[in-house]
């Protein structure tokens, strides 16, 4: 069973920095690609951030030279960065991992197959 955590949301005011993480945990193979989303109440999920196991990112461009995606490979873990928060940043966020949970996996679906963390709530507010 393969499972992803991600603790770090919470309350903060217009302006100000939060650090989301995501870690997962369990057995598999490995994790390919990592990534953030998010969805607001009465929206779709759409993609926040995302990384490759090459450390190449992609951000919307609402977040742009706000918030930073990074990765620690060793610690299967993936961090979100978000500095000059604006109340429409307020949603749930989630994590997500592209993950071979075995060399079979492995084989049949080289990019992996996609993992949802439980969502960890932020809400950017005076």
């Known amino acids: 069973q393969v499972q992803l955590v991600e603790p770090g949301g919470g309350l903060v005011q217009p302006g100000g920095s939060l650090r989301l993480s995501c870690v997962a945990s369990?057995?598999?193979?490995?994790?390919?690609?990592m990534g953030w989303y998010r969805q607001a109440p009465g929206k779709q999920r759409d993609l926040v951030a995302k990384?490759?196991?090459?450390?190449?990112?992609y951000y919307v461009d609402s977040v742009k030279g706000r918030f930073t995606i990074s990765r620690d490979n060793a610690k299967n873990t993936v961090n979100l960065q978000m500095n000059k928060l604006k109340p429409e940043d307020t949603a749930v966020y989630y994590c997500?991992?592209?993950?071979?949970?075995?060399?079979?996996?492995?084989?049949?679906?080289?990019?992996?197959?996609?993992?949802w963390g439980k969502g960890t709530l932020v809400t950017v507010s005076s």
């Open positions: 369990g057995t598999f193979f490995s994790i390919n690609a």
């Open positions: 990384i490759t196991t090459g450390y190449d990112t």
């Open positions: 997500n991992a592209e993950i071979n949970e075995d060399v079979e996996a492995r084989i049949r679906t080289p990019d992996g197959t996609p993992y």
